[in-house]
């Protein structure tokens, strides 16, 4: 596929996936969805850990409001389920790392797929923004599964029925992200976040993956259980190996993804 709407590089095992409407505070279309959820999978394949990214001041603006193939007589639960699903999915079952990088605002469904990722890193002047109510909506695009994980019950409540903007350092406080960083230091941070990754044991990062995201449906028995399998399965990879002989030479591992 040849992306309009999107870049994507892949370099030493890392894929940044940048959003490019630049213009548009990168809002989403249809085209957008479809080759942003295309590069996912593509970078997933071809990558040991992604970045997604905006390009210009915002990360992404939520839906396009303008796009005529996704508006006017919209079916709003069609283009849900057709397009927002497969492009939340191809982020949130990536079998490598992932890392939202918030260079900026990050408003509606954009901010939903910035919260998809495995890890958000948001500039200190970027804001999140649920600003469905403002049209009579609720939060979608996984919005109502993403908040109150992340931020508790009683804070998404309040940022889904006021809309308020919600800081990049607020969103860091109240456990929304990751991390909050300096504008002038951003660049250079989640680069350095995501190259560790993608040096690192890929198959123990798909188990911790894997082990968190099953701990809210999980009681504490089903926990170990899943805890105790997926160790044994790290425990036969090439990198538990290197990185036991690593320690024991103390000398920084060289993991394979394998």
């Not at 040096?199 to 993956?209: D, E």
């Amino acid at each position: 596929m040849e992306y309009e709407t999107v870049l994507l590089d892949i370099t030493d095992g890392l894929a940044v996936v940048t959003l490019n409407r630049p213009d548009k505070m990168n809002a989403l279309t249809t085209k957008m969805r479809a080759e942003i959820t295309h590069a996912m999978k593509k970078a997933a394949h071809d990558a040991r850990a992604i970045v997604l990214t905006g390009a210009g001041p915002a990360f992404c603006s939520g839906q396009d409001l303008g796009d005529a193939s996704s508006t006017g007589k919209i079916d709003l639960e069609r283009a849900l389920r057709d397009e927002y699903e497969p492009m939340l999915e191809a982020v949130h079952d990536c079998p490598v790392p992932t890392i939202a990088a918030v260079n900026g605002p990050a408003a509606g469904a954009g901010a939903n797929l910035a919260l998809c990722a495995d890890v958000v890193i948001a500039t200190e002047s970027a804001y999140f923004l649920q600003a469905f109510a403002r049209i009579g909506l609720l939060p979608d695009a996984g919005g109502t599964w993403f908040m109150p994980r992340q931020m508790g019950l009683a804070k998404a409540m309040g940022a889904a029925l006021f809309a308020d903007k919600i800081s990049a350092r607020q969103a860091d406080q109240w456990g929304m992200i990751y991390e909050a960083v300096a504008d002038d230091e951003f660049a250079a941070h989640w680069r350095k976040r995501a190259e560790y990754l993608a040096k690192g044991p890929t198959a123990g990062f798909a188990a911790i993956k894997k082990a968190m995201r099953g701990t809210y449906e999980n009681t504490l028995p089903q926990q170990l259980a899943t805890e105790a399998h997926l160790q044994g399965e790290c425990g036969r990879t090439r990198d538990f190996a290197e990185g036991v002989v690593a320690f024991l030479e103390k000398r920084a591992p060289r993991f394979e993804g394998r």
